[in-house]
C-alpha cells in the first residue's frame, strides 16, 4: 500500500498587498502554530513581494510565484524565468489558473508548455483546471477537465511534483463554494482519468486540491472526501482564517 498524500493547502494572493500587509501576514504566519509538519503550506505572493516574503516567512512555509514563463531567460519582457525563481528560493509556481486562462488567454497547450518547462527547472507545480458555469450548466464539467488534463498529459512527462488543482471558474471569488460532494465527484473522475493515462501509481499518489471560496467555516466539510486533498485558498488567504483552513485537521 502507498504513502498516504500529504494534504496540501496553497494561499493565492493574486494582485494584492502591500508591504505593509505583507509584513502583517508574514508576521502571523510566523507566529501562529500551524500543522505545516502534516500540511504543505505555501503562499503565492504577486511578484514584487517573492523574495522578500521567501526571507522572512519561516522556512516550513513555501513561496510560489502565480505565474511562469515556457522558455529559459532572454528576450521575454515582462515574463517570470523558472530559473530566477529557483535561484531566489522560490520553489513553486501555479500554472493555468482561469484567471490566466480567461483574462490573459493562455491555451491548453502553453498551460501544459509552462508546466513541464516549471518541473523541468525544478519548480514543484500547481496546475489549475475548472470548467466556467456555462460548462457546468451544459453538463460539460468532465468534458472540459478532461480536455486540460489530456493537454497537460501531452506534455508533462513527471506527474511527482504536480499538484492538480480544480477550481470550478463560477466558484472563484464569488463566495459560491460547489459542495464538498460536487468537489468530490470532479476529484474521483480527475483520479480515474489519471489511474487510466498514467497508470494507478501515479494516480494513487497525485494530489488533487480543490480551490474557489474556501473559508475558514467550509473548509471542514471538505475533509470527509476521499479524494479532496486540500485547497488552493484565495480572499481567505489573505485573511487570518487562512491559519484555520491549514489546520483544517484540528479543528
Ligand atoms: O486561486 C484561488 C482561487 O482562484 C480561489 O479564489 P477564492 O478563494 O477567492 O474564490
Redesign the pocket.
Given at each position: 500500500m502507498s504513502a498516504p498524500r500529504t494534504f496540501f493547502v496553497?494561499g493565492?494572493f493574486?494582485m494584492n498587498g502591500s508591504q505593509e500587509s505583507m509584513k502583517q501576514i508574514v508576521g502571523a504566519l510566523n507566529e501562529n502554530k500551524l500543522n505545516v509538519d502534516k500540511v504543505e503550506t505555501v503562499i503565492f505572493p504577486q511578484n514584487l513581494y517573492l523574495i522578500p516574503t521567501r526571507e522572512h516567512v519561516r522556512k516550513d512555509i513555501g513561496v510560489g510565484a502565480q505565474n511562469v514563463h515556457d522558455k529559459k531567460n532572454g528576450a521575454f519582457t515582462g515574463e517570470n524565468s523558472a530559473q530566477s525563481l529557483i535561484d531566489a528560493g522560490i520553489n513553486y509556481t501555479?500554472t493555468g489558473?482561469?484567471?490566466r486562462r480567461t483574462i490573459f488567454k493562455e491555451s491548453d497547450e502553453l498551460v501544459a508548455d509552462k508546466t513541464q518547462f516549471a518541473i523541468e527547472q525544478g519548480l514543484t507545480v500547481v496546475a489549475?483546471i475548472g470548467e466556467t458555469l456555462a460548462e457546468r450548466e451544459s453538463n460539460d464539467t468532465i468534458k472540459v477537465v478532461v480536455r486540460q488534463l489530456n493537454a497537460l498529459a501531452d506534455k508533462v512527462k513527471s506527474w511527482s511534483k504536480v499538484v492538480v488543482?480544480y477550481?470550478p471558474v463560477w466558484?472563484?471569488?464569488?463566495g459560491k463554494t460547489a459542495t464538498p460532494a460536487q468537489a468530490q465527484e470532479v476529484h474521483a473522475e480527475i483520479r480515474k482519468w489519471a489511474a487510466e493515462r498514467l497508470g494507478a501509481q501515479v494516480a494513487e499518489g497525485l494530489r488533487i486540491i480543490y480551490?474557489?471560496?474556501?473559508?475558514g467555516a467550509n473548509c471542514k466539510e471538505f475533509l470527509q472526501f476521499p479524494d479532496v486533498d486540500g485547497f488552493?485558498?484565495?480572499?481567505?488567504?489573505l485573511k487570518p482564517e487562512f491559519h484555520t483552513i491549514v489546520n483544517v485537521h484540528t479543528i
Open positions: 496553497g493565492n493574486k501555479l489558473h482561469s484567471e489549475c488543482a477550481e466558484a472563484i471569488g464569488t480551490g474557489g471560496s474556501v473559508n488552493l485558498v484565495g480572499g481567505a488567504s
